[in-house]
């Protein structure tokens, strides 16, 4: 349903909000967090979605003038809250020259609540992974909403209809996109997801290959049928993991491990980085060589922006939706495809996927096929 | 060909004479506080010797003097000597949330930031602009510099390295306004990434004052010494800038030392392609060498906390070397060492402090100090400790290998007596002589290079990489080299997700001998 714009016209919202307003304890993210936060979407970004580090400093800057976001559950949305997810498209190589600016994922909101006369009730991720993590408390701070503790990825992916809400069918529909110039769009109608890349591509394309969009509006209902929910608060737990390891000279992989219930793959040196960019994709393998346990066996990586398939010794061992994670051996931080190179030690673990991806329709839209890979799914967590 | 290098170590200052290819002489002198009375003082040594001097008496013609320095990082490192700078940036409205020095540590910011002024301005990444350049505005900024006093002045434009004509523009409006001001512009520093970039332009704007004086100091000391030949100061990458040139960026010197001393094991063994380990007084650095470079790390470098994209070498740094500690029981080597103290602490020359050295002079691998002091280390013990150095020198090595297989290892540096004959994943270990001067010796025989890092359109790779070879061979000529020497050393292209029409990032770099009319 459309069509409605004030959720005040809906009987018992008052009272509803009252009681929310009870239950309901909204939590400061702290600047410590958003540390945690940069450092854990960089993992969950599953070698692509770009470098959290522009989003931090921005948030940093933020912080220091004394703006703050604070984080709600899923669960506190009423079904017609209508919440907003953002994201920054482009290429990294133009984030890293053209740096990200605060106030113009704001913006995005912005004409979104101009363009369907809703008011949203919170912010989300529409990509956990790597630097879109960060792109919800920036618009936050600005429009003083909280940020919503969920994505639609659960970590990167390289295209639209590669989310929860397109494997749910949701319309996807309209889209804003703005330039810090001023420039503005918005997508009002297409008929399908794969539609929505396409277009949007193109005027991302013509605003010089970046900028901020708000996708298609979701309901809370939406949000807590189909978003992917506690992303937020896992990256979070991720990268302070990692750090707290870091700062005790212990494993940060076994930290990440303690966390979540993934499983080490392979650990061993990168001996072979090959790489094109095609479609505006940016494909490739990487080959290693095995160390410590895995001494002697090979394995290979493929990738389409990120890490999809991983072969040990020519055998396939994991796959998308599984996270597969590579990770600086020493640091525990992410390596991504784009830096990736010779010689260095890494440790390649994978995480379990969103469940709604382990369905017939989410393998269709993230199976290895939807990569074109003609392997079965096979999940490392199902044995 | 008749050079001489000279590198300002954390302990000595070595010079070295070459001539025709060949090593004529080393000196040592200790590195003062100042730096340069200790390069007078190594340069007044190498005089002594008389190998300046032909057999008439007469001075020999020397063809340059080249000089590596830690002056420059030192300055940003201990935060002295700074100038206060102005950051000018064009490219509003873009990037407004992240102004120059935002990633600065606090206090270092404080010592440099004059003023910080943004205007519009900058480009696509294909050449288009983003906003035209707003020339009133930019002199509207040099007038608020003037009157602030600001001499020094970074500026910094979005995709400057593809297109540096807007930060060239408001370089001649701020001469306009400042006659006198020193000017970097981030495109001379190269590379994509803006706040990289304009770190470093901004680093080498606070360190104009002190070059200017630096280079001054280095050019009186080498006409003191009597020598008449022009000054060279080499780089992080292993090659050389004429002094003027390094005048206006000091910042290309910051990490000369350990390449240099990489160079200088290819000049010393012959090898192109191996891997090279430096085992100092203190630490040990592992890296490896292609075509006689060292490999280049390949990402963001911090330097006094800031972050830059210099081209460093590559290395890997342990705690090892022949002033480290040594404990028996339970054996333990480095990573603490007496350093500079070696030859009043370690046990040999009467001190309390057990150290590699003094190992190496109780079984008879070194001749120093009073072996009697020693005498009470058994072999075995000896053995144990060479055994455990051993150990972390491997461990260094095979972390710096890029691929399978083993490799040819030069050891250079005075603790190169820790490197044995034989290890592991180590096809054969290289000693070399004069290796404890290596870094002079790679002073001594740098080059010149010039680099392209750009993003290309519509070209088919082949081409593309053409076009770099060509900007990065114009580059090397303006900076110095003969164009008939030339050759490329590395070539890395990426293709861009996200780009219409086959989009590439390519990065060459070539290098080629000093050319004549330098020298």
Partial sequence: MRGSFVSEAVPGYIDALQERSKRMALREITLDDIESLAVGAWVLGTGGGGSPYLGLLNMRQLYAEGYRVELMAVDDLLDDDWVAAVSNMGAPLVGQERLTDSRTIARAVDLMERHTGYRFRGIMALEIGGGNAIQPLMAAAHLKRPVIDADMMGRAYPEAQMTSVAVGDLVPYPLTTVDVRGLESVVDKVPTWKWMERVSRKICVEYGSIASTCKAPRSGAEVKKWAIHGTTTKSIAIGHAVREAQHRHEDPIAAILSVEPGKVLYRGKVVDVERRATEGFLRGRTRFDGMDDWRGAAMELAFQNEWIVAWLDGKPIAMSPDLICVLDSVSGEAVGTETIRYGQRVTVIALPPPPVFLTPKGLQHVGPRAFAYDIDFKSVFSA | ?519
């Fill in chain 2, 1 to 519: 060909m008749r050079r001489i290098g000279v590198d300002v170590g954390g302990t000595n200052t070595d010079a070295v004479l070459i001539e025709e290819g060949k090593v004529v002489r080393v000196v040592k002198a200790p590195t003062s506080e100042d730096v340069t009375t200790g390069i007078l003082e190594s340069l007044a040594k190498l005089g002594e010797t008389g190998v300046l001097k032909e057999a008439s008496g007469a001075l020999k013609r020397i063809d340059g003097v080249m000089i590596g320095t830690t002056h420059f990082i030192n300055a940003v490192v201990q935060r002295r000597h700074l100038t206060k700078v102005a950051a000018l940036r064009l490219g509003l409205p873009a990037s407004a949330s992240l102004p120059p020095f935002c990633d600065w540590p606090e206090d270092l910011a404080a010592l440099v930031r004059g003023g910080v002024w943004m205007v519009e301005g900058g480009h696509e990444y294909d050449g288009r602009p983003f906003m035209p350049l707003d020339e009133a505005e930019v002199t509207r900024a040099a007038r608020e510099m003037q009157a602030a006093g600001l001499k020094s002045v970074g500026i910094s434009s979005i995709f400057s390295p593809l297109d540096p004509s807007h930060e060239r523009r408001a370089a001649e409006l701020i001469a306009a306004e400042i006659p006198d001001a020193s000017i970097t512009c981030s495109s001379d520093l190269g590379r994509i990434g803006l706040l990289e970039r304009e770190n470093a332009g901004l680093l080498n704007a606070a360190l104009a004052d002190l070059a200017r004086e630096t280079i001054a100091a280095f050019e009186r000391a080498i006409r003191d010494s009597g020598i008449a030949a022009p000054l060279f100061i080499t780089q992080n990458d292993g090659t050389v800038a004429e002094a003027s040139q390094a005048r206006r960026l000091p910042v290309y010197s910051f990490a000369s030392g350990a390449t240099n001393s990489m160079r200088g094991a290819a000049y010393l063994s012959g090898l192109q392609d191996a891997m090279v380990i430096d085992v100092g007084g203190t630490t040990t650095d592992v890296g490896q060498l292609k075509h006689g470079f060292p490999r280049e790390a390949n990402s963001v470098v911090k330097v006094g906390g800031v972050r830059t994209l210099f081209r460093m070498p590559d290395l890997l740094s342990i705690g090892l070397g022949g002033g480290s500690h040594v404990s028996l029981d339970p054996l333990k080597v480095g990573p603490v060492s007496v350093g500079y103290r070696l030859l009043r602490d370690g046990i040999a020359f009467g001190g309390k402090q057990l150290t590699t050295t003094d190992i190496a002079i109780a079984s008879g691998v070194l001749e120093l100090g009073d072996r009697a002091k020693v005498a009470h280390l058994g072999a075995v013990t000896c053995q144990r400790v060479f055994d455990e150095s051993a150990r972390l020198a491997e461990e260094a090595v095979d972390s710096m290998k890029t691929e399978a297989g083993d490799v040819t290892l030069i050891a250079v540096g005075g603790g190169a007596f820790l490197v044995p004959e034989k290890m592991t994943g180590v096809s054969r270990v290289v000693h070399v002589e004069h290796g404890d001067c290596a870094n002079a010796v790679g002073a001594a025989i740098a080059q010149v290079s010039g680099e392209c890092d750009q993003i290309f359109r519509d070209l088919t790779r082949v081409d593309a990489i053409a076009a770099a070879q060509a900007i990065a061979n114009d580059r090397a000529v303006a900076a110095g080299a003969a164009r008939a020497t030339l050759t490329t050393i590395e070539s890395e292209d990426m293709p861009l997700a996200y780009m219409p029409g086959n989009s590439v990032r390519v990065r060459v770099r070539v290098v080629g001998d000093v050319a004549e009319s330098w020298c």
